[in-house]
């Protein structure tokens, strides 16, 4: 993740940024003000020092900060004048959280098998979902939420997706039924079977 520093000082000043990780609040209050606060939040374990710059006028800072686990993270910034008096300083801090990833493929499953959406549940179960009349698109996303992962898709055959007659609407993929049934719960990233049919999508009457 990036994370990024803006502003404009009026005099040289000294720009310190840190990513806590944790719920503490930032260092502050220490009585050498700006840069005994840094230094504070400095010395805390499990945080980092991101950017480190010396300000004057216009700035615009970025670096990249990667979380080591999942949980809750500060950021710290401390702006204090490099001068004599180095009293009067700026602290701004921002959280935010990092969740857990998706569960690793099991072993031997074939890479790029079933959907690659990144939307998959973390969970350690699979419950079908109920798919029946949905899009395969929608299908396949609502497998994944579940924790869930596509198995063998049986498709008819494509003359079937012709109009009924000359003018008429294309026919759509829609699940006609499931395997295992709807509810069934099975382990995590659990294989289901799509059936689909053809169907005619549905027109607007004129009466509205």
């Known amino acids: 993740m990036t994370i990024t520093a803006h502003g404009?000082?009026?005099?040289?000043?000294?720009?310190?940024?840190?990513?806590?990780?944790?719920?503490?609040?930032?260092?502050?209050?220490?009585?050498?003000?700006?840069?005994?606060?840094?230094?504070?939040?400095?010395?805390?374990?499990?945080?980092?020092?991101?950017?480190?710059?010396?300000?004057?006028?216009?700035?615009?800072?970025?670096?990249?900060?990667?979380?080591?686990?999942?949980?809750?993270?500060?950021?710290?910034?401390?702006?204090?004048?490099?001068?004599?008096?180095?009293?009067?300083?700026?602290?701004?801090?921002?959280?935010?959280?990092?969740?857990?990833?998706?569960?690793?493929?099991?072993?031997?499953?074939?890479?790029?098998?079933?959907?690659?959406?990144?939307?998959?549940a973390t969970t350690d179960k699979c419950v079908v979902p109920k798919l029946k009349g949905r899009t395969y698109k929608t299908a396949r996303k609502r497998l994944h939420a579940a924790g869930c992962i596509v198995g063998k898709v049986i498709r008819p055959a494509k003359k079937k997706a012709a109009p009924l007659r000359p003018g008429g609407r294309r026919r759509i993929l829609k699940v006609r039924s499931v395997t295992p049934k709807a509810g069934t719960v099975l382990k995590a990233r659990g294989r289901v079977t799509l059936r689909l049919v053809y169907v005619t999508p549905k027109t607007a009457s004129k009466n509205g």
């Open 8 to 120: 404009s000082s009026s005099e040289p000043s000294s720009l310190r940024v840190f990513v806590q990780q944790g719920g503490a609040e930032c260092a502050s209050g220490a009585a050498g003000g700006g840069a005994a606060n840094a230094a504070n939040e400095a010395a805390r374990p499990g945080t980092t020092e991101v950017i480190s710059e010396t300000t004057s006028g216009a700035f615009n800072y970025a670096a990249t900060y990667t979380p080591p686990a999942a949980g809750t993270y500060k950021v710290c910034a401390y702006s204090f004048r490099t001068g004599p008096v180095s009293s009067a300083s700026s602290q701004v801090s921002q959280a935010f959280t990092v969740a857990e990833g998706p569960a690793p493929p099991a072993a031997g499953t074939p890479p790029g098998s079933g959907d690659s959406t990144s939307d998959v």
